[in-house]
């Protein structure tokens, strides 16, 4: 089991291949990367793992129904919008329609 580790002074990242039982050695000791030429000493905490990322994101997808409802809602919402755009563009249309009927005038 790879655990991932992160120092709260410096930000300094590890991973250590670990069993269940000794994921919290790490935490024991201060962080021994060297700051300007000293050791950090800072306290490391145990970093969120990509594989507990990836298990929030499957139930983030498990989840929200709330989520899905604004993206239908949104749906909806485009195919009002398109439909507004297509009255619109007719409208363009009977424009440019009359304009061309007074340029016929004019040429008449
Ligand atoms: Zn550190």
Redesign the pocket.
């Known amino acids: 089991m790879i655990y991932d580790y992160r ?1 709260k ?2 930000d ?1 990242e590890f991973e250590e291949w670990l069993r269940m039982s000794e994921r919290e050695e790490p935490m024991k000791n201060p ?1 021994a ?1 060297l ?1 300007d030429d000293e050791p ?1 000493g ?1 306290e490391i905490v145990q970093a969120v793992s990509a594989m507990a990322i990836g298990d929030s994101i499957r139930l983030g997808i498990k989840k929200p129904s709330g989520e899905f409802n604004a993206v239908m809602e949104k749906i909806h919402h485009g195919t009002v919008g398109s439909k507004l755009d297509s009255k619109m563009s007719q409208n363009q249309d009977r424009k440019q329609d009359t304009l061309s009927d007074r340029l016929k005038k004019y040429e008449k």
């Open positions: 120092c002074k410096c300094n962080c990367e700051v950090c800072g």
